[in-house]
């Protein structure tokens, strides 16, 4: 399949020290083989530069696993036809994907455990709501483009930084104990209020779908988005206690 879909094929996996295959490309064989495109290629040849460069970001960004080194191929049959991967909802996707990254995440107790998922979502979404670990924001740089859909988005307000250093064993307590005082006067409901830029358009296309209630599919991560519990921040009344709905063990099989 990776040979048809992007015309190279790559090495047989090798297992890793407890004798599993890696689930993947690894990294350095998509740069290596994919850096960029020759001179004159076709539109097929185009195609599986472009398969690959998806792949990667999607290895990198949206679906990055916690081992960080490779991309899972389990997206790649789905780049087959442009036009048709055009119709999934990719953010739906990432964001079941690293629900059920933090969710496994939080019951690991190795000292190299890691996190997957788009950490940069969720780490714009805790830096605009929650103090803790919010770096200091410096004055960010102009926006040199002008047209609707090459604005910035959210990401932008964080474009100068300056970030926290320390032991990592020291940070996890003090935010651990930070997080376990916060109080719901804590929080900052509505942070997109105070954005003093015009966003792109791409954030806010779906504004209709915000508040469904419904489960978010990739592949066998299968979560439940619900809204209802954090209506305060689409400026709603906030019912408490909300509505229950069971996320149980059982969906997570």
């Given amino acids: 399949m990776v040979e048809e879909l992007l015309g190279v ?12 295959k890696t689930g993947g490309l690894k990294f350095t064989w998509l740069q290596q083989h994919f850096h960029e495109p020759p001179d004159g290629a ?11 460069y998806v792949l990667y970001v999607f290895g990198t960004v949206l679906f990055e696993d916690s081992g960080g080194s490779s991309a899972s191929w389990m997206f790649l049959p789905l780049l087959r036809d442009w036009d048709e991967a055009g119709r999934y909802s990719w953010g739906s996707a990432g964001l079941a994907f690293l629900y059920r990254q933090l969710d496994e995440a939080c019951r690991r107790s190795s000292g190299t455990s890691n996190i997957g998922g788009c950490v940069l979502l969720f780490q714009i979404w805790m830096w ?17 483009y002008d047209e609707p859909d090459r604005l910035p988005t959210v990401t932008h307000c964080w474009d100068e930084v300056r970030t926290n250093w320390g032991k990592t064993e020291d940070l996890y307590m003090s935010y651990t104990n930070e997080l376990d005082c916060l109080l719901p006067s804590h929080v900052q409901w509505l942070p997109y209020n105070q954005i003093d830029f015009q966003l792109n358009v791409v954030c806010t296309q779906d504004e209709s779908m915000w508040s469904v209630r419904c489960p978010l599919i990739c592949f066998y991560a299968v979560e439940f988005h619900l809204p209802h519990r954090v209506v305060r921040q689409f400026g709603r009344l906030q ?4 509505e229950t709905i069971s996320t149980s063990i059982e969906l997570h099989k």
């Fill in 128 to 144: 605009e709501r929650l103090s803790v670990g919010r770096p200091i924001s410096r004055t960010r740089r102009d926006w040199e």
């Fill in 239 to 242: 019912l408490s206690p909300p």
């Fill in 9 to 20: 094929r790559p090495p047989d996996p090798m297992p890793d020290k407890k004798g599993s």
């Fill in 42 to 52: 076709d539109e097929p040849n185009f195609e599986r530069y472009a398969r690959a």
